[in-house]
């Protein structure tokens, strides 16, 4: 079983950065492949970011490559996703999530573990 808290969300203007964190309890938080995802209004939550824990292998939304970057922290049960040069289609719900395994690339329907989600809305 795997808990998820996410937090860090808030209001930023255009071109601002903010870093999410998500704090993780269970004894296999390891073995898990961690992910944020996003959910803006009307929309379906779709992966920003993940990173596998087997070798930190990472996959990103195009999107939001270049900048935005999803880092863990294996010791403190963390994942962090720091975002910069925020713009306006940026604004949603983010949340942390969890998948048995190594791989990244995960859909929303396949990760076995959610947050209750932070609010990050980017002013234009």
């Keep these: 079983q795997v808990q998820l808290v996410e937090s ?42 993940q990173i596998s824990w087997r070798d930190s292998s990472t996959d990103y939304a195009d ?21 910069t040069s925020l713009k306006p289609e940026d604004t949603a719900i983010y949340y942390c999530a969890a998948r048995w395994g190594s791989v990244v690339g995960y859909l929303a329907s396949e990760a076995n573990y959610w947050g209750q989600g932070t609010q990050v809305t980017v002013s234009s």
């Design 8 to 49: 860090g969300g808030g209001l930023v203007q255009t071109g601002g950065a903010l870093r999410l964190s998500c704090t993780a309890s269970g004894r296999t938080f390891s073995a898990y492949t961690m992910a944020w995802f996003r959910q803006g209004p009307g929309k379906e939550r779709q992966s920003v970011a």
């Design 63 to 83: 999107s939001v490559k270049g900048r935005f970057t999803i880092s863990r922290d294996n010791a403190k049960n963390m994942v962090y996703l720091q975002m």
